[in-house]
């Protein structure tokens, strides 16, 4: 008879070869929604990074003939982002993480090879990696888990914004105190602030928030990634809260569809205060804070590529961390354009859709996801607890950004 250890065995060794099956397979259905966290929960309001693990497709993978994962140049056709000139020019964006990815430098250089990815003009797209005070040693630890979301917001800002500079600024943990301190260097050395984990919410995280207030700079936060949970920092007043899609494309690289992404985190918060600009957006029966904001691609069945050299080579990722990142990249692009910061973001992402759903200013710069949803919520017409706004049509919203900010 097998013993509860020994069933614990099997039940570990089935786990190992699923997978190890997966970490060697190169095509997977696009419907399935089949992953694992970069970093699994340890405990409630633990902070963790909100990247997903599709799939380990190794060193010798090529992504060209890899149909399933989703490429820099189809996320800019997608979103219209290849449409719009500027490329991030003269933009800064600080990526806060925790721990250490040593050969970060060296994986965002493979990945921008793979893909063609470069700034047309010399001197910009610069990437420099330091500590949670602003130093180039000592760095914190390296984490295998972090790695992963490290390599994926690096690799996936260059991919939106390749002329935007990125500061990449390593907290010691993942305690809030930590990233916190991390996060108000960020801000002194960038106009994007883009943070892609969180925790569970709680009464002290108020006293953080005016950490999220920095003349000319956007801080932007991933929702989360259980579903109909609300997040922070994602939930604060001053933060740009990012939810995740399912992106389906056709053949010639249009959209075919996109749908809430059933992980993507969003709901009312318990701790937050209203804020003005979501009068008229959000339900009436939620009277505080409520998220996400805007969506971008980070569900399951739409992951994109990522290189993790002391892992192995590349994987497909996914998650709101990727949605944030690409968020963060679009938001360098409007910064850069218009030559200066913006001052307030937040609030013109929903001037931007003012008479949603039906108004032509709403359907010329957001991409209403009206199908899919998670546990609690369904992505309805308008704005809702998935996708928020939506998704944006880029070569239609940064324009609209640059006019507001006038």
């Given at each position: ?18 997978v ?19 970093v699994?929960?340890a ?16 060193r010798n993978?090529?992504?060209?003939q890899?149909?399933t994962?989703?490429?820099?140049s189809?996320i ?15 933009a800064?964006v ?5 721990y ?7 994986d ?6 793979q893909f ?11 990437f ?7 130093q ?11 790695e ?10 260059h991919?939106?914004?390749?002329c ?6 390593e907290?010691n943990s993942?305690?809030t ?8 260097y960020?801000?002194?050395?960038a106009?994007?602030?883009?943070m892609?984990?969180?925790?569970s919410?709680?009464?002290?995280q108020?006293?953080?928030?005016s ?12 929702s989360g990634d ?13 933060v ?15 959209v ?5 992404w ?11 205060p ?7 957006f ?14 971008m691609?980070?569900?399951g ?18 998650g ?12 360098a692009?409007?910064d ?31 991409r209403?996801?009206?199908?899919g949803g ?33």
């Open positions: 008879m097998c013993t509860s250890t020994c069933r614990r065995c099997l039940i570990y060794w089935a786990a190992l070869f699923a190890s099956v997966l970490s060697y397979g190169q095509v997977f259905s696009q419907g399935d929604d089949n992953g694992y966290p970069a699994p929960s405990g409630h309001g633990e902070i963790r990074p909100h990247a997903w693990i599709r799939a380990r497709l190794g993978a090529q992504p060209n890899i149909t994962v989703l490429a820099p189809q800019a056709e997608a979103y219209g982002i290849n449409l719009v000139p500027g490329y991030g020019l003269g800064t600080a990526i806060v993480d925790a250490d990815s040593p050969n970060v430098a060296s965002l250089a493979t990945f921008s090879s063609g990815i470069s700034c047309p003009t010399p001197g910009y797209g610069t420099t990696k330091v500590n949670q005070k602003g180039a040693s000592p760095l914190p630890q390296r984490n295998s888990g972090w992963v979301e490290i390599n994926l917001d690096t690799q996936w800002v991919a939106v914004a390749p935007a500079n990125i500061v990449l600024v907290a993942s305690s105190s930590d990233l916190m301190t991390a996060v108000k960020a801000a002194t050395v106009s994007v602030v883009s892609s984990w969180g925790g919410e709680s009464r002290g108020t006293s953080y928030d950490d999220f207030v920095a003349n000319g700079v956007t801080f932007l936060a991933s259980t579903g109909s949970v609300v997040e922070w920092p994602s939930s604060s007043p001053h740009i809260a990012v939810g995740g899609t399912n992106l389906t494309l056709n053949s010639n690289g249009t075919a569809s996109e749908t809430a059933s992980g993507s985190g969003g709901g009312c918060s318990s701790v937050e209203a804020i003005p600009a979501q009068k008229g959000v339900p009436s029966n939620c009277s505080r804070r409520a998220t996400p904001d805007v969506a691609d980070g569900g069945s739409s992951p994109v590529f990522v290189y993790v050299s002391l892992q192995g080579g590349w994987y497909a990722v996914y709101t961390s990727l949605s944030v990142q690409l968020w963060a990249g679009v938001i692009i409007a850069g354009l218009r030559g200066t910061p913006l001052k307030a973001s937040l609030s013109d992402l929903y001037a931007d859709a003012a008479g949603a759903p039906s108004s032509a200013l709403y359907i010329d710069n957001y209403d996801i009206v199908s998670t546990r609690k919520f369904s992505s309805t017409p308008g704005w809702d607890f998935v996708t928020g706004l939506g998704s944006p049509l880029v070569n239609s919203l940064v324009p609209s950004y640059l006019v507001a900010q006038q």
